[in-house]
């Protein structure tokens, strides 16, 4: 396999998103308008399925829009490996050389160049927090905890991730409303106005040594701007 770069590899450029157009993303087996960011996981669609597997080594991997988003509604469904852990970064951005620490930062260090840092809706077969959104490499933590709607935490949207199986994620993103469903259970329901734009990125976790490959799927994956 080819070695990526870990910052940043662009696939391709892509045009501007359409609005209220439905786009069906990787049903043409194609990466055209993404990028490889952060690491070097590999990603492959295989009959319209993207393919993301782990390389021992290599931290979270993300395969990004070339272009950021801003209001929009993302729709697919995913099945994951048991023991990797996943998700989908939204409204997130890559750290340049030469940045300063993220605002909020947990850390307060600035980033490598090519991180993807930012919101981040949860993928994960265990844990209960599937749905949830995560500040993926700088407050690092939830985003119902930093916004204090915990509530919309309840008992079915810990369990509706189903462990095995695919699972479909809705996610709609509107100004400064976050909101997420899994198998048409509300998982997380926020606002938070400190991201008003940013790349969608599909996550390959870093896994420990000696384990693995894991492999995260996803399938009918839609997107539209609104």
């Not at 590899?9 to 892509?14: E, G, Q, R």
């Not at 990028?35 to 996981?41: D, F, K, L, P, Y």
């Not at 030469?98 to 930062?105: M, N, R, V």
């Not at 997380?188 to 000696?210: C, M, R, S, T, Y």
Request: aromatic share 10%.
């Amino acid at each position: 396999m080819k070695t990526l770069l870990p910052a940043l590899l662009i696939v391709s450029a892509t045009t501007a998103f359409a609005a209220d157009k439905w786009e069906n993303w990787f049903a043409n087996g194609k990466l055209d308008g993404f990028q490889v960011v952060s690491g070097n996981a590999c990603y492959k669609v295989e009959n319209g399925v993207l393919v993301g597997t782990t390389v021992e080594g290599s931290p979270n991997t993300f395969l990004a829009t070339a272009k950021p988003c801003k209001d929009f509604e993302l729709q697919f469904e995913v099945k994951v490996d048991d023991e990797l852990n996943s998700g989908v970064q939204v409204r997130s951005h890559l750290a340049k050389e030469g940045d300063p620490a993220p605002e909020g930062s947990k850390s307060g260090k600035p980033l490598p160049a090519g991180r993807l840092y930012g919101p981040q809706c949860e993928i994960a077969a265990v844990g209960g927090k599937s749905g949830d959104f995560y500040d993926e490499a700088r407050r690092g933590t939830w985003w119902s905890i930093l916004t204090k709607t915990d509530a919309v935490c309840t008992d079915a949207a810990k369990a509706a991730f189903k462990k095995g199986e695919w699972n479909h994620y809705r996610i709609v993103v509107k100004g400064d409303h976050y909101q997420s469903w899994i198998n048409g259970v509300p998982t997380a329901d926020f606002n938070q106005p400190n991201d008003p734009e940013g790349l969608i990125g599909f996550q390959v976790h870093g896994i420990k040594k000696g384990t693995g490959p894991f492999s995260v799927r996803w399938r009918n994956v839609k997107f539209r701007q609104l």
